[in-house]
């Protein structure tokens, strides 16, 4: 089983409506949680940390459950300029950043 | 500040010959590493060091050499380079271990 998984997609949603993606991850000791955004041939960018109270951004909302071994990322308002691919990474103290295969997602008019 | 900057972005090699991905940061960051990404597979950390002079292995080492002389510096070398090290590669630093990393721009390599 992967450290960490995200469905894949793609998701296609039209403007305006809200998506949201969901990330597992296997390593229970994992306390620290970030989702990044990356663009087609572009590098990943860091979207915003995930809190353990959750944690709102403008339109994107992040939540944290410690007892099912998830994040999830909640877009509001989709932009045709969030058409990217989503990645959640996990880490427990002293280790490295562990990523996701990420979740695309399209935007359309 | 210009951040991590990677070069070259654009390489093509021949199985066997070998090569150095150069990646620098401007940051004063500690931590810096290099991954790779394949088409759903995610990024996959290759190296990483704390620090000027420390180096370790991560999760695909395998014909990939890595040392930190500076703390600005973090070159990859590929030693004999294999079709199965196409991919595209990504430097990236932070402040420290666990924090939010920085990517470069990221090297694009076939190996033919």
């Known amino acids: 089983r992967k450290e960490v998984e995200q469905d894949p997609g793609p998701f296609n949603v039209p403007e305006g409506a809200t998506v949201a993606f969901n990330c597992t991850y296997s390593?229970?000791?994992?306390?620290?949680f970030f989702w990044y955004r990356q663009d087609c041939r572009k590098e990943p960018k860091l979207l915003m940390s995930?809190?353990?109270s959750g944690n709102e951004d403008g339109r994107f909302t992040a939540q944290l459950n410690r007892a099912s071994q998830y994040i999830s990322l909640l877009i509001r308002d989709s932009k045709l300029s969030d058409s990217a691919t989503y990645l959640c990474?996990?880490?427990?103290?002293?280790?490295?950043?562990?990523f996701g295969p990420g979740t695309r997602l399209s935007v359309l008019p | 500040n210009a951040g991590v900057t990677q070069t070259p972005k654009f390489q093509v090699l021949k199985t066997g010959q070998s090569m150095t991905l150069q990646c620098a940061q401007d940051?004063?960051?500690?931590?810096m590493s290099w991954y790779r990404q394949d088409p759903g597979m995610g990024l996959r950390l290759i190296h990483y060091?704390?620090?000027?002079?420390?180096?370790d292995q991560g999760e695909v080492p395998n014909g990939y050499n890595v040392s930190r002389s500076t703390t600005e510096d973090f070159p990859l070398r590929l030693l004999s380079a294999a079709p199965s090290q196409t991919s595209v590669y990504f430097c990236?630093?932070?402040?420290?271990?666990?924090?939010?990393?920085?990517f470069g721009p990221g090297t694009r390599l076939t190996v033919l």
């Open positions: 990236a630093s932070s402040h420290q271990h666990q924090n939010e990393q920085f």
């Open positions: 390593n229970s000791a994992s306390q620290s």
């Open positions: 995930v809190y353990s």
């Open positions: 990474v996990a880490l427990g103290y002293g280790q490295n950043f562990v």
């Open positions: 940051m004063n960051h500690e931590y």
């Open positions: 060091s704390v620090g000027a002079g420390i180096t």
